[in-house]
């Protein structure tokens, strides 16, 4: 029973020997959740978060959506300015769309097609590991 999970065996130390030597100080810890939007990293990541500080260890999120949105958000809002005609066309048909005061984004904006969308996902996943790295 529990006696075989305890002991180590060669596979074992030989991986932890791997994990010393690339880790030798565990001051701090990356955990990069990745994937689809809407699929649950940001709470999974604020699950780990909560159990990793009530064992005492110092965490912090960097949430790359975060970023995006706040980016998109700066985005619309300097396409509004260049572009008063479409701001009046906007309020004509009842406002601008919620999901862009919000600074959502739809599917176009994660096509890889799109260069405009590509070139901000890579700015502010930048502007994450650079905060992080800074942490």
Known sequence: GSAEIATESAITIQKLETRRKLTPTSKRLVICLVGLPGRGKSFVARKLQTFLTWKG?????????RYRRQAHAELLLAKEKEQQQEQEQQESLGGADERDQIGA??????????????????????????????W
């Open 57 to 65: 260890c110092e965490c912090k999120i960097f949430n790359v959506g």
């Open 105 to 134: 984004c739809d599917a176009n904006f994660f096509d890889p097609q799109n260069k405009i969308a590509a070139e901000l996902r890579q700015a502010v996943a930048a502007t994450a590991m650079k905060q992080m790295l800074k």
